[in-house]
């Protein structure tokens, strides 16, 4: 049996896997509200907020490390397994949380949550790099990270809904179950890379491999080119190119803007808006349909000017730029937003912008390395981007003090530029690198 276009069931899969790991991740962030009052009826708002950092730091800080140890992982036992491993732990975990009973307990779960949760992003971009050539790769980032605005649109309306028959206990059980489910057509379908699958037609299995040998903008013949594409360098040897420090220190900045947003959107809309777990469920969605539209405008636009004859290395910048510059302005705007519906939209705004960039820069790993290196540079700019996530979300019950959210806000901004001047100053070209005795 062959499959035509078998690598667009694979990154749907993908992109599905992402959906499910985002209903996972909300369901604390949404269902807070209820949860703090059921177990903190004598804390203040201000001291439930700082209980629901501390457990949201553990988890981003359990997620960076797990983007490392899974970028390893993916990279030792291939994208087949890794993807069923990470997913099968996460579900567990997600149901697990039914049986918290403060914040230890929360902190536990959510913990071996975040470590496999992770898997998920290294995964992605490795399996974008087996599957696509360099042209299709911006889109299928889109595609796959379209995934998580999808989540976000899905999980908020979802578990409030699910909140007026259920309460959190139950909501986490069957969250959690579910993303079982995923496992058998991941399982059946994804038999083995393109290289060696059974049901990749010969066609697509020529367009995959002789597509991702390239030089700048151009395809070069599979077997010249094998022995320059092939640098696949040591840990030590990667993390001593500026270029990988590039990719590392663009998403350590970028990434706690996307997180600012997805711990927070309930809790502000609860804080500043006074909104109950229903009312957020009418408003919160919204800014994730922005992030939507902004994970396929990025794929799509990288994927015209590339063929257009566009260099990747003018490509990423262009897309990347343009995401940041949009998300600028509305970070500082939000400080004015006045009413809800105003303030979702210029989240939607700021996270169209952001799905726009980050496509484009999860995909520098593959840009600029091959082989088994793009797992494990993929793998330490996610954890860099955790850090700094966690770094910001510590930092935000004490920024919004008194429910002022405009310095968290400004931040964002600052975090914008410093990405845009990673990419720029730091990233230099962006091309396959070669080993640095041919530079010389």
């Known amino acids: 049996m062959q499959i035509p276009r078998l690598r667009w069931w694979v990154v749907t899969l993908v992109a599905l896997a992402t959906v499910i790991n985002y209903i996972d991740r909300q369901s604390l962030n949404v269902l807070w509200p209820e949860i703090s009052a059921e177990l903190y009826p004598d804390k203040s708002e201000d001291q439930r907020k700082e209980i629901y950092a501390l457990i949201s730091v553990i988890f981003v800080f359990a997620y960076a490390f797990g983007q490392a140890i899974f970028g390893k992982i993916f990279d030792w036992i291939g994208t087949r397994m890794g993807f069923a491993l990470s997913i099968a732990v996460w579900s567990l ?239 500082l705007a939000m400080s004015q937003a006045g009413n809800p519906v105003v303030a979702v939209l210029i989240m939607a705004a700021i996270l169209f912008g952001f799905q726009t960039a980050i496509g484009n820069v999860q995909t520098l790993a593959s840009d600029f390395l091959s082989g088994k290196s793009v797992g494990t540079l993929a793998g330490f700019a996610g954890m860099a981007a955790k850090l700094g996530a966690a770094g910001l979300t510590y930092l935000v019950p004490w920024l919004t003090l008194g429910g002022n959210y405009t310095p968290a806000f400004v931040i964002g901004a600052g975090l914008a530029l410093l990405a845009l001047a990673s990419v720029w100053l730091v990233c230099g070209r962006i091309e396959p690198l070669k080993p640095k005795k041919e530079q010389a």
């Not at 367009?207 to 010249?224: K, N």
């Not at 997180?259 to 009312?279: A, H, M, Q, T």
Request: contains cysteine.
């Open 93 to 331: 975990a997600t149901a697990a949380h039914a049986f918290a009973r403060g914040l230890t307990s929360f902190a536990v779960f959510r913990a071996i949550l975040g470590v496999a949760e992770a898997g998920n992003w290294p995964g992605a971009t490795k399996a974008n790099a087996e599957w696509f050539p360099t042209k299709e790769r911006a889109l299928a980032q889109g595609i796959f990270n379209s995934g998580a605005a999808i989540g976000g649109i899905i999980s908020i309306p979802l578990i409030a809904f699910l909140s007026v028959f259920f309460d959190w206990h139950i909501i986490f059980i069957i969250i959690g179950l579910t993303g079982l489910l995923w496992l058998v057509p991941w399982m059946v379908l994804v038999k083995a890379p393109p290289k060696s699958h059974p049901w990749v037609t010969e066609e697509e299995r020529q367009y995959i491999l002789t597509g991702q040998r390239r030089t700048g903008a151009e395809v070069v013949d599979a077997e010249s080119s094998e022995e320059e594409t092939s640098y696949a360098p040591g840990t030590a040897e990667l993390l001593s190119r500026r270029q990988s420090w590039g990719v590392i220190i663009a998403s350590a900045a970028i990434d706690p803007i996307w997180w600012l947003f997805v711990f927070w959107i309930p809790i502000y809309l609860s804080e500043v808006y006074g909104f109950n777990v229903r009312e957020i469920g009418i408003y919160g969605w919204v800014p994730y349909v922005g992030a939507m539209f902004g994970a396929w405008f990025g794929g799509l636009l990288a994927q015209n000017r590339i063929k257009a004859g566009w260099s990747v290395d003018a490509t990423r910048k262009l897309t990347i730029t343009l995401g940041c510059l949009i998300m600028l302005p509305c970070l």
